[in-house]
């Protein structure tokens, strides 16, 4: 057992909290926005759990001045938010709505007036509904279109905004919303997952290219989901499937990013995606990012099976191996963020790593204004222990984001998992702060922790 704090990062390490536009802002039309494919999927009945939808969610768009006021006094100096599309441009494309504009300059000022850094995503998961009219990601037009709304944004925000994401998890909204069709837009089968995988790629470099062009000074990154993936039993059929699987999750959209191509060799399947591809998109499928944005919450245990169609493979849920789980079903294994640490900087294309997203969903109470979390608390001081052991053992990570700030619109669960630091009652939009929110600004002012980070926690 050793003591360790937050000096032990660096004095240029960078801690946050990381929000999305569609989880807390509301407000889905007010000031001329137009509607994004989760406004329409989540009037879809049977669609999101209860019924809920993000009309109101946080209120954000109301009430940003007095969360990032207590963001502030809560020592946390670095922002990741995300812009809404359809905000800016109503129909995807064409004419510009000044109003959208003026909100996100609005909040980007009062960030740098209370000494927030903003870190800006460009899309988290909300494309403009017109632009899905039009065959949305799995048209290959996306490209120009998001290509001209990263140019627009860069315009935009640029002066102030020096650091810039340009998708949040692609694995996630192709696989959620065109294969499972569980997320916006509700698209199903391979049919829209190969062609939404393609264009997404291409997006992923084509809007780094656009911000680099009129930001040439500007830290541009791009976000990636992950999970430690390991096989059930020490077999070769269950060593198999956990590469099968660690290839779609951890490798399908970071390796054309760093110019490796799709991993197909692993996961066969990939190969069909050659009808979307054209001549040349070798050469537009790479991007040198100058940070990789890593997402880890947990890791998967999987076995081999012949019911699950091109992967061949299965996760085994946490509650089935009898191990700590969260509000989600996702196992509390915090060797999991050092090991995809480790994993993504054995890539010489990555030079540097930010954990743009890390945290967990408990059942949570307030009782006499305060929220005793105390299994959130350990989570993040274990994870961020885990990035400390990554950190001495010279992985490039330079920076940790807490997911999230205030409880929110968790997509598909609705409001039912809650993962922020500050608790929300939805009914009132009073704000609490949770003991974890308490713990992280106590660990932001410099209190040392009593944990081994060099140690794996099991």
């Not at 000031?31 to 406004?39: A, E, P, R």
């Not at 599309?85 to 109003?99: D, K, L, M």
């Not at 850094?117 to 120009?144: I, S």
């Not at 837009?185 to 062009?213: I, M, S, V």
Request: with cysteine; charged share 20%; hydrophobic share 40%.
């Amino acid at each position: 057992m050793h003591h360790w704090n937050k000096n032990d990062f660096g004095s240029t390490f960078h801690w946050g909290v990381s929000t999305a536009a569609y989880q807390t802002e509301g407000c889905p039309d007010t000031d001329g926005k137009g509607l994004s494919i989760w406004d329409v999927f989540t009037r879809k009945k049977g669609a999101i759990y209860q019924n809920q939808h993000g009309n109101v969610a946080c209120q954000f768009y109301q009430r940003y001045a007095a969360d990032l006021q207590l963001m502030h006094e809560l020592g946390i100096s670095n922002f990741r938010f995300s812009l809404a599309w359809s905000r800016i441009f109503p129909e995807g494309r064409g004419a510009v709505n000044a109003r959208g504009i003026d909100f996100y300059h609005q909040l980007i000022d009062a960030c740098l007036n209370l000494g927030i850094e903003p870190w800006v995503t460009l899309y988290h998961w909300d494309l403009p509904y017109a632009l899905e009219q039009k065959g949305g990601w799995t048209n290959r037009d996306v490209v120009g279109w998001f290509g001209d709304y990263a140019e627009t944004c860069a315009r935009a925000f640029g002066d102030r905004v020096k650091h810039w994401m340009v998708l949040n998890e692609p694995m996630v909204f192709t696989g959620a919303g065109h294969f499972l069709g569980i997320h916006a837009p509700g698209r199903r089968w391979l049919k829209n997952f190969l062609p939404a995988t393609h264009h997404a790629a291409l997006c992923q470099a084509e809007g780094g290219r656009r911000l680099r062009l009129h930001l040439p000074q500007a830290r541009i990154g791009t976000t990636f989901s992950a999970s430690y993936v390991e096989p059930l039993r020490d077999t070769e059929p269950d060593r198999g499937a956990a590469r099968r699987v660690d290839a779609l999750l951890n490798r399908l959209f970071l390796e054309p990013a760093l110019g490796l191509g799709y991993p197909t060799a692993d996961l066969p399947f990939l190969k069909r995606l050659e009808k979307y591809q054209r001549p040349g998109d070798d050469a537009l499928l790479p991007f040198s990012f100058d940070f990789i944005g890593l997402q880890v919450y947990t890791r998967e245990v999987v076995k081999p099976t012949w019911f699950m169609p091109y992967v061949g493979a299965t996760l085994v849920k946490a509650a089935t191996r009898k191990v700590p789980y969260t509000l989600m079903g996702w196992e509390v294994y915090p060797e999991s963020i050092y090991r995809m640490l480790r994993q993504y900087a054995a890539y010489p294309q990555i030079k540097r790593i930010v954990v743009t997203e890390n945290g967990a969903a408990f059942e949570d109470t307030v009782r006499d204004g305060r929220v005793p979390d105390p299994q959130r608390v350990a989570y993040l001081r274990d994870h961020v222990g885990q990035v400390l052991r990554a950190k001495q053992e010279g992985v490039p990570v330079e920076g940790y984001f807490a997911w999230t700030f205030t409880d929110n619109f968790e997509w598909a669960e609705g409001y039912r998992p809650r993962f922020g630091l500050v608790h929300v009652d939805f009914d009132t939009q009073q704000r609490t702060v949770k003991d974890s929110g308490r713990w992280y600004q106590a660990f932001l002012a410099g209190q040392a922790q009593k944990t081994a980070p060099h140690s794996a926690t099991t």
